[in-house]
């Protein structure tokens, strides 16, 4: 312990000996250059310290599901572009597990630390690792994982079983002489097709090789059995989803007496054309779960119908060994590094006030603090200058907004999301800031210019001006927000689900003032001289509001190479991620709690650089061309 404290105390001794040699080689930095290094180094901790400081104690605990790659090695087959067999079993697995997890009143799966990762090992072996807070849990989490996984692997299989048995029974029911006598499964395989409870991938056809229950080996009537159980499973889920949104348009959420209830959704039905067809779409899903049951029961009942997971078989599973200990999370290391990152911005800051006079501009402008708030205020007063409601616009308009993305999306066009108005809301109020300091930054110039022909004052102000009035706006908006989401929280939840991660805020504030000072100086540059720009930028900020999920999540298309493109060619894709974890947290389906979370520090990071870039980028363009504005103005 005591080499590693002197090894680390030789490696900052040698951090501080080279930057005191780079002093004396580029000069003595300034006061206000030193405190400029400590604001970065200060202000990355600010933005590391919480997620790093708040980061879950966790264990992993390993399990293993194997299967016979000659039975089902079909599995690693796609169904889908980009999407195998596989992975449609590892989400299956996953939405078992949660809803699990959910008959039980436990809200957390899906959480950072309390999950299960699928991890193929290689052919026919697929790692299921329990995340959870103690040693027993992710225990019990990674065997739950393994079990579930072997049972989906057999369901695949069992499922092209069962299509031939439905098609042989379609070959009797077409067959006009020599029937045989229906056994009582066949029956319930009739039934099965009545009331189509197990859709197929592909349309059901005549089978003329007799398959029967009893002609099955041990196998393949273990996957049958899987097959069943793995669809009654999904009808289940339906049910609850179904009840869910019947519960939210009829408003019998606190309703326990299931006479009571069933009353209540059918005079809902009469007047609601929605409530109606959900109605009936529940009544045909709980008809298709009990023709599943019924032979579900059948099959199970027979010898060989039943599952034992860790007996060695065409597919079993490894049950995991208690962990010994948690994950490291390696603090220090970490807090290090931000520090580190900090005082890299710091010089660079530096460097770039040696070359381009920050510094003294930076002085010129706060000298004309009082003009920049005297125009930040006309542009507030302009705005609503007439109204009869004034400043309250700032919070009906936005609540306007929501209402309309509300509607559309969340009634009309249904995604399942929880709590969809505060989802709405946490990513439309940063895109209304950032649309607007946009638009008005990029006229910014050209609207002052008769400003500019009289006096003399730092150019660089009326961009400026833009983004701290789209700031006051934004910030003026705030409180409709927090009113919303604590409205729909009350009625959802029956309680406030604010969390502490809300002082994340100013964090994200910061970078996206960054990022829109630099996009308004760059466009009002260029918009004195190509006066289109003015126009063609409206056109693109409808485009680019299309491609930030600011009304549906982003995880929605995956994790493919478009939306890592998007992630990273779109600065704001990422902001709005980023006060939607930090307010709303992750979009979950109806029924499940969103958990609001710090986001990942490689991701603020990215985002801070590409704003800092934009920054500069913008202000080393508006300094070149700035001279020529008396003329072209």
């Known amino acids: 312990m005591a080499d590693t404290v002197e090894q680390g105390a030789g490696r900052w001794a040698d951090l501080l000996t080279q930057l005191a040699k780079l002093n004396r080689v580029y000069g003595r930095l300034r006061v206000y250059q030193w405190l400029w290094m400590l604001l970065c180094v200060l202000g990355a901790l600010a933005v590391a310290a919480p997620r790093v400081l708040s980061q879950p104690v966790i264990y992993f605990a390993d399990a293993e599901t194997r299967f016979d790659t000659a039975r089902y090695g079909g599995i690693y087959n796609p169904v889908a572009p980009n999407v195998t067999g596989l992975a449609v079993a590892f989400g299956d697995a996953n939405e078992?597990?949660?809803?699990?997890?959910?008959?039980?009143?436990?809200?957390?799966?899906?959480?950072?630390?309390?999950?299960?990762?699928?991890?193929?090992?290689?052919?026919g072996v697929v790692l299921a690792r329990g995340v959870a807070p103690t040693a027993a849990e992710a225990k019990t989490l990674a065997d739950a994982g393994a079990e579930e996984l072997a049972r989906q692997v057999r369901a695949a299989g069992g499922r092209e079983i069962l299509r031939n048995m439905l098609g042989w029974e379609l070959w009797l029911a077409l067959e006009p002489v020599g029937k045989p006598v229906p056994t009582p499964f066949d029956a319930l395989l009739r039934e099965l097709i009545r009331t189509q409870a197990f859709p197929m991938s592909r349309e059901l056809e005549p089978f003329s090789t007799p398959r029967t229950l009893a002609g099955l080996p041990r196998e393949e009537l273990s996957d049958l059995a899987r097959a069943f159980e793995a669809r009654y499973d999904l009808w289940r889920f339906a049910i609850n989803t179904r009840n869910a949104t019947l519960d939210a348009l009829c408003g019998t959420a606190g309703v326990t007496a299931t006479?009571?209830?069933?009353?209540?959704?059918?005079?809902?039905?009469?007047?609601?054309?929605?409530?109606?067809?959900e109605l009936d779409e529940l009544e045909r899903a709980i008809s298709r779960l009990r023709a599943l049951e019924a032979s579900l029961n059948y099959v199970v009942r027979t010898p060989g119908g039943s599952f034992d997971a860790d007996t060695p078989s065409a597919a079993y599973r490894v049950a995991a060994a208690l962990p010994q200990a948690p994950q490291a999370r390696y603090i220090p290391q970490l807090i290090l590094l931000a520090a580190l990152v900090g005082l890299a911005f710091g010089v660079l800051g530096v460097a770039v006030d040696r070359s381009g006079g920050v510094a003294a501009k930076s002085g010129e402008i706060w000298g004309y603090r009082e003009l920049i708030r005297n125009l930040v205020?006309?542009?507030?007063?302009?705005?609503?200058?007439?109204?009869?409601?004034?400043?309250?616009?700032?919070?009906l308009a936005p609540l306007g907004m929501m209402l309309v993305y509300v509607l559309v999306f969340g009634l009309l066009m249904p995604g399942g999301i929880a709590q969809f108005p505060v989802f709405v809301i946490v990513g439309l109020l940063p895109w209304n800031f950032t649309a607007e300091a946009i638009m008005s930054g990029t006229g910014s110039v050209i609207n002052g210019a008769a400003l500019i022909k009289k006096v003399y004052f730092p150019r660089e102000v009326l961009p400026l001006v833009a983004v701290f009035s789209s700031l006051l706006n934004f910030l003026l908006s705030l409180p409709m927000m927090f009113l919303v989401m604590a409205a729909v929280q009350f009625f959802t939840l029956g309680r406030l689900n604010f969390a502490w991660t809300f002082a994340y805020l100013p964090v994200l504030l910061v970078i996206q003032m960054v990022l829109l000072a630099g996009m308004a100086l760059l466009l009002g540059a260029v918009a004195v001289f190509f006066r289109d720009i003015v126009h063609l930028v409206g056109i693109l900020m409808n485009i680019w509001f299309f491609l930030t999920p600011v009304i549906y999540p982003l995880g929605t298309f995956g994790n493919g190479p478009a939306v890592l493109l998007i992630r990273w060619l779109n600065p704001m894709a990422s902001l709005i991620e980023f006060y939607r974890e930090t307010l709303y947290g992750s979009a979950v389906a109806v029924g499940q709690i969103p958990t609001p979370a710090f986001p990942a520090l490689t991701s603020v990071l990215r985002v801070s650089v590409t704003a800092a870039l934009f920054l500069v980028v913008g202000y080393w363009i508006f300094q070149k061309v700035s001279r020529r504005f008396g003329e072209e103005l």
């Open 96 to 123: 078992v597990l949660r809803q699990d997890a959910l008959a039980r009143a436990d809200v957390r799966y899906g959480s950072p630390d309390y999950l299960v990762q699928f991890i193929p090992q290689g052919p």
């Open 377 to 395: 205020l006309r542009d507030l007063r302009a705005r609503y200058k007439g109204s009869a409601l004034g400043y309250l616009w700032t919070q």
């Open 259 to 277: 006479g009571v209830r069933e009353q209540a959704l059918r005079a809902c039905a009469t007047t609601n054309a929605q409530a109606a067809a």
